[in-house]
């Protein structure tokens, strides 16, 4: 039961282009939405997140947009640097629970000089 | 401030030996979490702690399996007996408990692999 997923393994983009991060959700009592980044050797970061009651979040080059009728979130990264090579994870929470953040997959991205 | 820290970073056993994970939260945090990322199933949360209590364990795959949390600075995840297919990163995570989005921070994590 994948409450939470991201049906891209991977991606790869130019440096400078905008790099397009998807995740779907099954559970309508997900109240926040979060992005987490993860470099090889490292733990999981924060990168953004974005509540229910938002469309839009946007933090800099990041941008989380969220579709509630579709079960849909993604992330937007613009312009796309080669730093920003990592695994995305989406995670989702609601409001009721103690902190249980349900992960995706995970998306590689590989943004090429 | 010092993050949440794990060790080993690094575990090589044989099958069938115990062992035991190490974490530290970050000071402060009251709520601990330990994951396990594989290719197959990502990540994948195992067990919670809160003021040092079991909150949730319905993520550990079966009784090889347990974790303890003595006091606020320290928590234990063990494997006895261990099996190949435990082969995999293993995360510690904390936070404070706060409104809003529950931000969590991750350890380093800690490879293992299981001949």
């Known amino acids: 039961d994948q409450q939470v997923k991201q049906n891209s393994p991977s991606l790869s983009v130019q440096e400078g282009r905008i790099s397009i991060l998807n995740c779907d959700y099954t559970?309508?009592?997900?109240?926040?939405f979060l992005w987490y980044k993860k470099y090889p050797a490292e733990g999981p970061t924060f990168l953004i997140s974005?509540?229910?009651?938002?469309d839009k979040n946007e933090d800099g080059r990041f941008t989380v947009f969220l579709n509630k009728s579709a079960k849909h979130l993604s992330l937007h990264i613009v312009p796309s640097q080669p730093g920003d090579s990592a695994v995305y994870f989406c995670?989702?929470?609601?409001?009721?629970?103690?902190?249980?953040?349900?992960f995706g997959q995970g998306t590689t991205l590989q943004v090429k000089p | 401030d010092a993050g949440v820290i794990q060790s080993p970073r690094h575990e090589v056993t044989e099958m069938g030996q115990e062992v035991t994970l190490r974490c530290k939260p970050i000071?402060?945090?009251?709520?601990l979490f330990w994951y396990r990322q594989t290719m197959m199933r990502g990540l994948e949360l195992l067990i919670y702690?809160?003021?040092?209590?079991?909150?949730?364990d319905s993520g550990m795959p079966e009784d090889r399996f347990s974790a303890k949390m003595p006091n606020a600075s320290f928590s234990t995840l063990k494997i006895q007996p261990s099996e190949p297919r435990d082969s995999a990163v293993y995360f510690c995570?904390?936070?404070?408990?706060?409104?809003?989005?529950?931000?969590?921070?991750f350890g380093p994590g800690t490879r293992l692999l299981v001949l």
């Open positions: 995570a904390s936070r404070r408990k706060t409104g809003g989005t529950e931000t969590q921070y």
């Open positions: 974005i509540s229910s009651i938002k």
């Open positions: 559970n309508s009592m997900f109240d926040y």
């Open positions: 995670a989702a929470h609601g409001s009721s629970n103690t902190g249980k953040l349900i």
């Open positions: 000071s402060g945090h009251d709520y």
């Open positions: 702690f809160n003021n040092n209590v079991p909150i949730d």
